[in-house]
C-alpha cells in the first residue's frame, strides 16, 4: 500500500450505514496500524472527545467494456478516545470517478462528519501520497 501520512486538521448525523462495505476495513489494517504507530505514537493517550483518528478511503472500480463506468464508494473510521465509539461513514456512490477523486470526496465526508459530530481536531490518515502532498502543501 505504501507509506501513509498523517494530516493535523483543526475543524470545528447520526451514524448511517448503507449496503456498501467499508474499504477501511480488516484487510489491510495491520498496515495502517503499523503507519499509525510510528507517526503519532502516543496520540491514544491524548485524544479526548473533541478529537479524534480519521482513516480513510476512496474506491473504484471501472467497468470491463466501458472504463468510465463502473462503481465507487468511500469508507472513514474515526477512533476516538477509549470508552467512546468510533465514527464510521460508508456511501456507494451514485456514479464513477477516478480513485485520486474520490480518496478527496471519502476526506471531504470524514471532515464533514467531524463537523456534525462537533470535533475539533482530526488527525487523517491515507495511503494515497498524491492526496497527502497536494493537502500537505497547504499545512506549511
Known sequence: M????VLGVNVGREEEE???CSCCG???EEAWKETEEAVVGGLKDELDEFSVK???KGLS???FENPSS???GIGV???RSPGLPAIRVQKKLDFYAEESVVDYLALLDGLLEAVRKKIRRVYAFTDSELLHDQVS???L
Open 2 to 5: 505504501g507509506d501513509q501520512g
Open 18 to 20: 448503507d449496503e456498501f
Open 26 to 28: 480488516d484487510e489491510n
Open 54 to 56: 480519521m482513516f480513510f
Open 61 to 63: 472500480m471501472a467497468g
Open 70 to 72: 463502473g462503481f465507487s
Open 77 to 79: 473510521v474515526m477512533e
Open 137 to 139: 502543501i497547504f499545512s
